[in-house]
């Protein structure tokens, strides 16, 4: 029983570390890559706070109610560089953006139930996204409902 249990972990192992859980740079036969690189100046619109993901992170860092009063629950456009990607406790797509600090990284959650990968962007990707503001999370800023711009 013991070496039959053993087998299985084995297997599970191996099955976790030969599988990719997310197909970065898959792209489908007839997919159609979205751009995430940063948009032109004429298409941001004036009304929507535009900012980085450095600059987001230090309003919150200063003053948390400050910086809530004005994102939360508020549409912003954020640009920055992707630090990681993975999937949160929703089987969303969760970007984590830098901010120059090792510890310190902007959460932005991105609309996407496409498993395909031709809309994720890669580590190391300068992506600007329009989101709505969701406070925060152990100090860090969270993003919901992302989009590409």
């Given at each position: ?32 890559p979205v ?115």
């Amino acid at each position: 029983m013991l070496f039959v249990s053993g087998l299985f972990l084995a297997a599970l192992f191996g099955v976790a570390t030969l599988a990719p859980r997310l197909p970065f740079g898959h792209r489908g036969a007839n997919a159609s890559p979205v751009d995430w690189s940063l948009p032109t100046p004429v298409s941001h619109d004036p009304s929507i706070p535009s900012l980085s993901a450095a600059e987001l992170w230090t309003a919150y860092n200063g003053n948390v109610p400050k910086a809530d009063a004005r994102f939360l629950h508020k549409t912003i456009d954020i640009t920055g560089r992707v630090n990681d990607v993975r999937r949160d406790f929703r089987g969303e797509v969760l970007l984590r953006l830098t901010t120059g600090e090792a510890l310190e990284t902007v959460r932005a959650a991105l609309i996407n139930h496409d498993d395909s990968g031709r809309s994720i962007p890669a580590r190391g990707q300068t992506v600007a996204l329009r989101c709505r503001g969701a406070g925060t999370l152990i100090g860090s800023p969270v993003l919901e409902a992302c989009v590409a711009l």
